[in-house]
């Protein structure tokens, strides 16, 4: 555009810094730099002469009409725009790209057990339409509202009830909180996690003989439905019900057998008399158990030998008096226990025995080979894809005479006991942190390889386009208002980060961030940034209108704080970078 309108080009480099290679061409300076993050061209006249304080050549970019120079000015971001444009159009052709199903899901994966949200009956396996009056996308819109936004959200969907295939509308209205645990800047209105595909893919390491799962049954392909009592529809949910110390037991109670939870506490927070506690003891003995009675784990119920539930047991301490009512379950006077964990119960010593380990009881289901699920389609295909009320009839069979193992296509597996971070970093060769490296050493898993269901997702280009412009006008606006924090941008390192996941993904992953960099670097440089295009552009307008020039000393003013402002954000981003890096 510079030659059209008779501007002298001098250099056209690729990348910034120090030439790695160069070479002249119909008197332009062609090179390829050091930093290969974008590039420019040098045009004759835009920096000022040592004599005069503005080239005087026919052909510098000052001497041209301020309509050329626009025109100029705004073919570097153009390109962006449209190469962007081109490349979202080349990812549709080639059909698009294959995402994991939990980006895209409208369905809650994990809510927070404390948050109004759960108070509202809010649960895993609903599912969200409408958030901020606005349509819901997905997990993504409540990570940008989690940055972005602290003011009261509206929040709207469907409470759904699997077993029976009803739905019913819900709506409230709830302030963001910041949650312990989460990073510092996040809130969340409640919601952990999207829904996901458990699905088991197989043991990798070298130690899996010692891994608790390895004797549970569970076989590669194998998705996780169902764990102690609930339906499961995330890993948040799965490691949540885990690490909570709870006894899944079958009961007879007056000829009807049904499923409750109790707690499983130690014996030593039970304000227990003596002659209960003689009994416990002799049951210690008999099963040749060498530690102290209060450090064995029992539930807050007296139980005769025979399995017959007596009584409660008080707690020692208040706090956990408080708390009685969820840590007592449902567990009645009378109740007859005939299983833990799916384990037969013979009466109060086997029932001493079996709460010595904590344990976790899963159903699955035999998945076929991935399909080609459209994100359109993909929860109405996660609601159907599996015959709910068949899955509770199974559950139900659990400890039961009519129990069987493997029914209707599910396969009830042997209990597993869950280990530690520590122990599990012990056995193995590479020590691991389930990809969480703020887990506590005793936070318990199940040392098993987990992966999601994937989806085409392949929106026409205009429509990516168009997210990708609002998406980078709401950053913008946001950083403004000061609502986010410019700690969240990504500089250099993190674009490489980028890229090098994108490329480890696949062709088409990479070939999008390649789009979405491009499109963002067009659209940042039309602001009206004196030392951006958009600044040139604005200059130039100037001029247009009031038919009068701006003196090179007065630009440079104007320019020069810009330039020490706009160096200072990329040192920050930069180090926001590195810092993430190694979190």
Known sequence: MARRAKMRVEIFSIGFGKPIYSWEKNGVKWQICFLPFG??????????????????????????????????????????????????????????????????????????????????????????????????????DLLYNGVMNDQSIDIEGNNIDYINGTKSLYKHNLEPYHMPGMVRGIQTIGVISPASFLIFDGFNLKSNDKLPAISSGIEKGDRILWANGEFIFS??????????????????????????KTARVLIGDLRIG?????????????????????????????VNELGYVVNKIAFIDDDMTEKSNALYGNLQNGDKILSIYGEKIDGGLSLLDKLREKKVLLVTQKTKQDESILWQNQDDYFEKSVNWS?????????????????????????????????????????????????????????????RDNQVIYNPNPFLIFKDVVCETYNTIASLISGNLSPKWLSGPVGIVKVMHDGWSTGIKEALYWIGLISLN???????????????????????????????????AKIVFPFIVLLITFFVYVTYQDIVRLFL
Do not use: C
């Open 39 to 140: 590039g420019y061209v040098k045009i004759a006249g835009m920096e000022k002469n040592e004599n005069d304080e503005r080239s005087n050549t026919d052909d510098g970019f000052y001497e041209k009409s301020p309509i050329d120079r626009i025109k100029v000015a705004v073919m570097g971001p153009a390109v962006n725009i449209v190469f962007a444009f081109l490349i979202f159009t080349g990812i549709w052709i080639m059909g698009g790209r294959t995402k994991s199903f939990s980006e895209f899901t409208k369905t809650i994966g994990w809510v927070d057990p404390d948050s109004k949200l759960a108070n509202f009956n809010v649960r895993a396996g609903d599912t969200i339409s409408n958030y901020n009056n606005k349509h819901f996308n997905g997990f993504k």
């Open 274 to 302: 003596d002659d209960i506690k003689d009994e416990l003891s002799d049951w210690k003995w008999m099963l040749g158990i060498k530690s102290g009675i209060e450090d064995l784990y029992f539930i807050p119920y007296e």
């Open 521 to 555: 670097l067009g659209l940042m440089n039309l602001l009206p940034i004196p030392v951006l295009d958009g600044g040139l552009i604005g200059f130039s307008l100037f001029e247009l209108v009031t038919k009068k020039k701006i003196s090179q000393k007065i630009m």
């Open 235 to 260: 890993l948040s949910q799965l490691n949540y019900i885990v690490n909570q110390n709870y006894a899944f037991m079958t009961v007879d109670r007056d000829g009807e057998q049904i499923q409750v």
């Open 390 to 450: 068949a899955l509770q009839q199974v559950v139900s069979s659990i400890g039961t005479i009519n129990f069987t193992k493997d029914t209707e296509g599910f396969k009830i597996l042997n209990p597993i006991t869950p280990i530690t971070v520590e122990k599990f970093n012990k056995i193995v060769e590479e020590p691991l942190l389930v990809g969480d490296k703020n887990l506590k050493k005793e936070f318990l898993f199940l040392g098993a390889s987990i």
